[in-house]
């Protein structure tokens, strides 16, 4: 069984960034879809933002257009969210997710991702 592990969670002031990673631990991966969620205290896990496999095609929640980046390194097995411009209602513990399908018109289903990482958690303070 292959995992999702995600780092680069911290605490940061508003305004400020973070990047964070998901490494998978298969080569597989570099033909999965990935996306990220988050999910807050007493909240349920909401989308952020996913990947097609190849890079190709990106979607975002309206939350976090134009402040979040998603991208992915193949040769690393890596995804990565570049989260700028920080609020504090991005507080939240971020998941990473793998897609073993093909690429849906909702990537924003929790129902197409059956591998998910551990999480990090993302405190921004106000």
């Known amino acids: 069984q292959w995992q999702l592990v995600e780092s680069g969670g911290g605490l940061v002031q508003a305004g400020g960034s973070l990047r964070l990673s998901c490494a998978a631990s298969?080569?597989?991966?570099?033909?999965?879809?990935s996306a990220w969620f988050r999910q807050a205290p007493g909240k349920e896990r909401e989308f952020v933002a996913a990947i097609r496999w190849n890079g190709g095609t990106t979607d975002y929640a309206d939350s976090v257009k134009g402040r979040f980046t998603i991208s992915k390194d193949n040769s690393k097995n890596t995804v990565y969210l570049q989260m700028n411009s920080l609020k504090p209602e991005d507080t939240a513990v971020y998941y990473c997710?793998?897609?073993?399908?093909?690429?849906?018109?909702?990537?924003?289903?929790?129902?197409?991702?059956?591998?998910w990482g551990q999480g990090t958690q993302v405190t921004v303070s106000s």
């Open positions: 997710a793998a897609d073993t399908t093909p690429w849906s018109n909702t990537p924003d289903s929790l129902d197409h991702y059956n591998y």
């Open positions: 298969t080569r597989t991966f570099v033909t999965y879809n």
